[in-house]
T-cell receptor, first 110, second 113 residues
Framework: DAKTTQPTSMDCAEGRAANLPCNHSTISGNEYVYWYRQIHSQGPQYIIHGLKNNETNEMASLIITEDRKSSTLILPHATLRDTAVYYCIVTWYGTDKLIFGTGTRLQVFP | NAGVTQTPKFQVLKTGQSMTLQCAQDMNHEYMSWYRQDPGMGLRLIHYSVGAGITDQGEVPNGYNVSRSTTEDFPLRLLSAAPSQTSVYFC????????????FGPGTRLTVT
């Protein structure tokens, strides 16, 4: 599986957009980018995934660069409840084995 | 739907004791898995199952056994607990259809003394 690199931590003001970057320079053609988050000590929660096109759902947007070597998760209007660790995972579509790194700890402040 | 449920929420064991962590899901998901999470680290895959009667090892399987006799249940057995198994354990499930997103349970916090 491709390896990902994420910043250890980020801050964001409440109401502003939170942009979380992820580098995956060794991603292969059939691998997808998945994002999960873990709030406090709860179980991780799926956010969004994509292959090469930008994706949007009710939680977030995912922007993948044209060369697919990096991506950005965007939370358009961050709230205090978005404070969590965000994991960027690159994996084959249809595989059930997720390889978690250490993620980015996002702190949303008032 | 209750989703993915895990019991117990907390457990303290002495070294050498055995126990079973329970995991159940009511979404008729084919795939189920167990992860452990140590402090300050991401989750690591212990064992997984792609359907009833089928299990396989993940990254860190030593010291753990699993079985999958029904679609709904996927218990994790600690054979002889060791302090190194002190961790938070998460169970997850996913469907083989759609986006393959995994649904995680609330976790079991295990301490081995």
């Amino acid at each position: 599986d491709a390896k990902t690199t994420q910043p250890t931590s980020m801050d964001c003001a409440e109401g502003r957009a939170a942009n979380l970057p992820c580098n995956h320079s060794t991603i292969s053609g059939n691998e997808y980018v998945y994002w999960y988050r873990q709030i406090h000590s709860q179980g991780p929660q799926y956010i969004i995934h994509g292959l090469k096109n930008n994706e949007t759902n009710e939680m977030a947007s995912l922007i993948i660069t044209e060369d697919r070597k990096s991506s950005t998760l965007i939370l358009p209007h961050a709230t205090l409840r978005d404070t969590a660790v965000y994991y960027c995972i690159v994996t084959w579509y249809g595989t059930d084995k997720l390889i978690f790194g250490t993620g980015t700890r996002l702190q949303v402040f008032p | 739907n209750a989703g993915v449920t895990q019991t117990p929420k907390f457990q303290v064991l002495k070294t050498g004791q055995s126990m079973t962590l329970q995991c159940a899901q009511d979404m008729n998901h084919e795939y189920m898995s167990w992860y452990r999470q140590d402090p300050g680290m991401g989750l690591r895959l212990i064992h997984y199952s792609v359907g009833a009667g089928i299990t396989d090892q993940g990254e860190v399987p030593n010291g753990y056994n699993v079985s999958r006799s029904t679609t709904e249940d996927f218990p994790l057995r600690l054979l002889s607990a060791a302090p190194s198994q002190t961790s938070v354990y998460f169970c997850a499930s996913s469907s083989r259809l759609g986006s393959y997103e995994q649904y995680f349970g609330p976790g079991t916090r295990l301490t081995v003394t």
